[in-house]
């Protein structure tokens, strides 16, 4: 992790203000050649070619599904390592042979027109490496939540997807789903008055697995808080529609041979400038799958609130349970509509960036046995 985040190239705040800007205004000119159709020039529309990079369970089970439903984009190549997933790739989505790649023949990708959006599903600590490789090679980027393992990196791919004139949408599915739009609307509209304290748990038993998550730290970065506890990181922003001030962090372990020195369990506050206290946990020996806020006039809430089913919830005695769509299908329609109508991407880069701030800040407090961080730029 980023022990130093002071020492951060320049100020959050400022980084975050100037990439912002240059990422949609700088897309802008390139992205209305670039989409096969649009609507803006009166022309029938077609759909966005996607490129998934890597075929593990996310990429076969979630989100190739959730192409199957989208109106406005369809997988039509595929990266991966693992020569003998192809066929029955090729097969089920009618993937032509060109669209092919691995990852020593990536770059390749500039030259295939059929490949509008490359979406990476790699472990964490690729992320950044391939979303640079992706915009480079001229194509818009989806990318799996968290960025990558540091703020450092995520900012790396940031700043390429912005020279390269690419948009670049973080995999928060959540922020597509109504339930949780109905959250932001309460909490920034004021319904029940202002956001007092925030709870929230994302956590699963998953210790004992196998997967690179729980036994790899060079790829993971980091236990639950790299999975799981970036959805309450994430909520707890747009929630409030603010950032955290500061924030601090412990970390607990009850499996000592296990995790490979990664937290098994994280316990953790953010402070807000409104006065807002967000006090949150993940981990991967407890079973929980929540948000919910505290206001002055009432409370509100999302349970269950991130799983891939859906959520649903309160406000008060009403129930917040919107009709359910796929969540994963949801939020690429929505990447794909920004490139075709040039429109700024919702979970977009800098979200991602941001939610890496606090990431760095939460390690390094943990590692100071809880010490309250001011974030950099507050």
């Known amino acids: 992790m980023n022990d130093n985040l002071s020492s951060q190239k320049q100020d959050r705040r400022s980084f975050i203000k100037k990439t912002g800007k240059g990422i949609v205004l700088g897309s802008l000119g390139a992205v ?11 022309v029938e529309e077609k759909k966005l070619g996607v490129a998934l990079v890597g075929l593990g369970y996310y990429a076969t089970h979630k989100l190739a599904v959730g192409l199957e439903e989208t109106e406005y984009c369809e997988v039509k190549g595929i990266v991966t390592g693992t020569p003998s997933k192809i066929p029955e790739w ?85 922020q ?3 339930n949780h739009k109905e959250l932001m609307r309460i909490g920034r509209e004021g319904d029940l008055g202002n956001i007092k304290e925030i709870r929230s748990s994302h956590s699963f038993f998953g210790v004992r697995g196998d997967n690179w998550r729980y036994t790899d730290r060079s790829l993971a970065g980091g236990g639950p808080l790299m999975d799981v506890g970036v959805y309450s990181i994430n909520a707890a922003r747009y929630s409030t529609g603010e950032e955290p001030t500061a924030v601090w962090a412990r970390t607990y372990n009850t499996y000592p041979n296990l995790m490979d020195g990664m937290e098994e369990t994280i316990v953790f506050t953010m402070e807000f400038p409104s006065g807002a206290v967000a006090n949150m946990t993940s981990s991967y020996v407890a079973r929980a799958n929540f ?37 994963q299908a949801a939020q690429m329609d929505a990447f794909a509509r920004n490139i075709l109508d040039g429109t700024p991407v919702v979970a977009s880069g800098e979200e991602g960036l941001r939610d890496m701030y606090v990431i760095d800040a939460l390690y390094k407090s943990a590692r100071k046995n809880g010490k309250r961080i001011k974030m950099v730029g507050a």
């Open 90 to 174: 090729k097969e089920k989505y009618n993937i032509a042979d060109k669209n092919v790649y691995n990852y020593q023949n990536f770059e390749n990708i500039a030259d295939n027109p059929d490949i509008d959006i490359v979406y990476v599903v790699l472990p964490n600590a690729m992320h950044a490496e391939y979303v640079v490789k992706a915009a480079q090679a001229g194509k818009h980027v989806m990318c799996e939540k968290p960025f990558d393992i540091n703020a450092s990196r995520a900012a790396t791919a940031v700043e390429a997807c912005e020279k390269a004139g690419r948009l670049l949408q973080i995999g928060y599915r959540c």
């Open 32 to 42: 209305f050649p670039y989409a096969k159709v649009s609507n803006i020039h009166g």
């Open 176 to 178: 597509y789903d109504p």
């Open 291 to 327: 948000i919910h806020i505290s206001a002055e006039k009432g409370n509100y809430g999302l349970e269950p609130a991130f799983g891939y089913g859906g959520a649903s919830g309160y406000k008060g005695e009403e129930k917040i349970d919107y009709p359910k769509r796929n969540q």
